[in-house]
């Protein structure tokens, strides 16, 4: 997994195609993600169990035997709940549990009410902004984390890769971790401006298991699923189209991907039209594919755009001469027999 901070017009791209995409997925987007059962600390130290409070969350404060106390509250900017009947001191909220907070809020009024009996329960959570998923996936989507998600999890929602995808997940962390655990206290720094701490995660390391390739998603997160660019393979091949670049895509596997060489492609001449970089001039790689399928060169890597087209042998080359002769041969039988009268013998 690569870490830069990076803010590119390309990235500046994907956030906006993100954002129409969320806007389009909104309403169908689900409110919350199901909780997990794990009694891992790891897993649920932000979880709908033991769910870390922040700004723009409201609770649900009743009073048992007076009522008329019974109250909602949001937890301010400052991470404070500073809007409760006759209390003057707030009470910090930020990053802990509706239990501690009802511990707090109990020994205040304790100094008011003989033994209060207090309860408070989180009314919304709305601290937590949600992921955006997009690009080359089935279902792009937004996903309202109320606990600590991987990358894997959030794949799973959206249904997986499609055949477009080139490999590689870009993830763009928009607002500072809430709540960091120990060792993650750089995660946890204001982003500053355009500076945007950027992700690039392989897909084939998240499918192998990687543990470093499947970080936990924030909340605000974009997860862009690159789209692979085309290739386009035409001439002598069986199925000439277009296929998409994925990584470290070979002339071999390319042409193995449309069925392969014809009988009587030219594979010593193979050629790559590929567009030089800032022109609208293409140059020609000639790329002897004879050799490479007897292990005598190496194999050759595609670039996006690039045009291969396997050329024909010539009819009467020695590998075509064969077959050029039987087609005369038997096309002219053909045509002796269609012109003789036709005789019944009884």
């Known amino acids: 997994m690569k870490v830069s901070n990076l803010f590119s017009p390309v990235v500046a791209v994907a956030l906006l195609a993100g954002s129409l995409c969320a806007q389009e997925q909104?309403?169908?987007?689900?409110?919350?993600?199901?909780?997990?059962?794990?009694?891992?600390?790891?897993?649920?130290?932000?979880?709908?169990?033991?769910?870390?409070?922040?700004?723009g969350d409201v609770v649900d404060v009743r009073f048992f035997g007076q009522s008329e106390l019974n109250t909602t509250a949001s937890v301010d900017s400052d991470g404070n709940i500073s809007s409760l009947p006759f209390l003057e001191t707030p009470i910090r909220a930020k990053c802990?549990?509706?239990?501690?907070?009802?511990?707090?809020?109990?020994?205040?009024?304790?100094?008011?009410?003989?033994?209060?009996?207090?309860?408070?329960?989180?009314?919304?959570?709305?601290s937590r902004q949600p992921a955006t998923i997009f690009g080359a996936v089935r279902t792009p989507t937004r996903a309202q984390m109320q606990?600590?998600?991987?990358?894997?999890?959030?794949?799973?929602?959206?249904?997986?890769?499609?055949?477009?995808?080139?490999?590689t997940i870009q993830i763009l962390h928009t607002e500072p971790l809430m709540c960091p655990e120990p060792g993650e206290e750089a995660e946890a720094a204001p982003v500053e401006g355009t500076n945007l701490p950027f992700q690039v995660v392989q897909i084939a390391d998240l499918r192998s298991g990687k543990p470093e390739a499947n970080p936990v998603v924030r909340p605000g997160d974009y997860v862009l699923v690159t789209e692979a660019e085309p290739v386009y393979i035409t001439g002598s091949v069986n199925a000439p189209t277009g296929i998409y670049l994925r990584d470290k895509l070979t002339l071999g596997l390319a042409l193995a991907m449309v069925g392969g060489p014809r009988k009587e492609a030219k594979l010593s001449d193979v050629r790559i039209y590929r567009q030089k970089p800032g022109t609208t001039e293409q140059e020609m790689i000639r790329v002897d594919y004879a050799a490479i399928k007897k292990n005598q060169l190496a194999d050759v890597f595609l670039k996006p755009y690039d045009i291969v087209e396997v050329p024909e042998a010539n009819p009467f080359s020695g590998s075509r001469i064969g077959g050029t002769l039987l087609g005369v041969l038997t096309g002219s039988l053909t045509s002796l027999g269609t012109g003789l009268p036709n005789r019944v013998i009884y």
């Open 26 to 55: 909104q309403s169908q987007a689900p409110s919350s993600a199901p909780s997990s059962s794990s009694s891992s600390s790891a897993l649920d130290s932000a979880g709908i169990r033991k769910y870390l409070l922040g700004p």
């Open 96 to 126: 802990r549990t509706e239990r501690e907070i009802q511990q707090d809020i109990i020994a205040a009024y304790s100094k008011l009410i003989n033994k209060p009996q207090i309860s408070v329960r989180i009314a919304e959570r709305n």
């Open 147 to 167: 606990r600590r998600v991987r990358l894997n999890e959030l794949m799973a929602l959206a249904g997986g890769f499609t055949e477009r995808a080139a490999g």
